[in-house]
Nanobody, 129 residues
Framework: QVQLQESGPGLVNPSQPLSLTCTVTGDSLNIILHYWMWVRQPPGKKMEWIGYIDWDGKTDYNPILESRTSISRDTSKNQFTLQLNSVTPEDTAVYYC?????????????????????WGQGTQATISS
């Protein structure tokens, strides 16, 4: 059974980087046609796709966040990591890691929804001094 688990600090000071890790069990980051994504939901707002890393290590990011975002992976630990730099209170959100098959990739990048893919339970990240 595929399971994803997010981990990271719950509270980050403004202007600092936010770093979150997703640990995957029951699957491998190298499986072809699987996309490993980060999605977030700010309070009272809709879900927002942040970016992904694919089975081959290629990345793509939401253009709105691209200048501040980096996604990497450690295949030996079966983990992938999000780093979001220069955070502000507007980055406060529940952050999810998600595995999506290629057939759902385009839909997920434009309108993320829990009806597709495997999702972690989410982790709250609050940006505040």
């Amino acid at each position: 059974q595929v399971q994803l688990q997010e981990s990271g600090p719950g509270l980050v000071n403004p202007s600092q980087p936010l770093s979150l890790t997703c640990t995957v069990t029951g699957d491998s980051l190298n499986i072809i046609l699987h996309y490993w994504m980060w999605v977030r939901q700010p309070p009272g707002k809709k879900m927002e796709w942040i970016g992904y890393i694919d089975w081959d290590g290629k990345t793509d990011y939401n253009p709105i966040l691209e200048s501040r975002t980096s996604i990497s992976r450690d295949t030996s630990k079966n983990q992938f990591t999000l780093q979001l730099n220069s955070v502000t209170p507007e980055d406060t959100a529940v952050y999810y890691c998600v595995r999506v098959h290629s057939v759902h990739k385009n839909a997920m990048t434009s309108h993320p929804a829990k009806s597709s893919g495997y999702w972690g339970q989410g982790t709250q990240a609050t940006i505040s001094s």
